[in-house]
């Protein structure tokens, strides 16, 4: 059987909900990341960033914005060293304007993906994969992109049958 890592970015707080601000107390992506997990046996890896985002939702969408222009790589809290034990792992964060927050990037770029298999899953306000699965080719040389998933954030918390299937069929 594959070892699987689910390596994701997670806003728990001030979130965009169905048209409106909401605070959440765990974010979308760690709530399918934990799905993945539960349904595979998959290791988790959290994207921390040092500088935390603004806590305002409207005010951390102008930073990211800002560090995709300027194509920043956020400190980390922590960094994954190695990705070598494991064959199948999933790249999961919230559609940040059509891609990954900037943090994922900082993390895959010090990684060595070669012979492994990829999965974008993304959890969205309506922009579904965005450039996830493109973006996870240029940041993960030597990999293989798989089968993607996106997940409406609002819906994130009642889509634990729909991930794990996911899951189960893919990695």
Known sequence: MAKNLVIYYSRK???????????LAKGNTEVVAEFI?????ADLFEVETVKAYDTDYM?????AKAEL?????????KYLESVAEYEHIVVA???????YPCAIFTQLEKLDFTGKTVFP???HEGSG??????????YCKGATV??????????????????????????
Not at 59 to 63: A, D, K, N, V
Not at 69 to 77: D, F, I, S, T
């Open 13 to 23: 707080g001030n979130n965009y909900v169905n048209g409106s601000i909401k605070n």
């Open 37 to 41: 997990a539960n349904a595979v046996g």
């Open 59 to 63: 005010r951390c969408t102008e930073e």
């Open 69 to 77: 222009r300027e194509n920043a790589r956020p400190e980390l809290v």
């Open 93 to 99: 964060g919230p559609c940040w304007w059509g891609t």
């Open 121 to 123: 899953v993304m959890t």
């Open 129 to 138: 994969m965005g450039s996830s699965a493109q973006d996870l080719k240029k």
């Open 146 to 171: 798989g089968k993607g998933l996106a997940v409406h954030g609002a819906d994130a918390p009642k889509s634990e049958g729909v991930v794990a299937d996911w899951a189960k069929k893919n990695l």
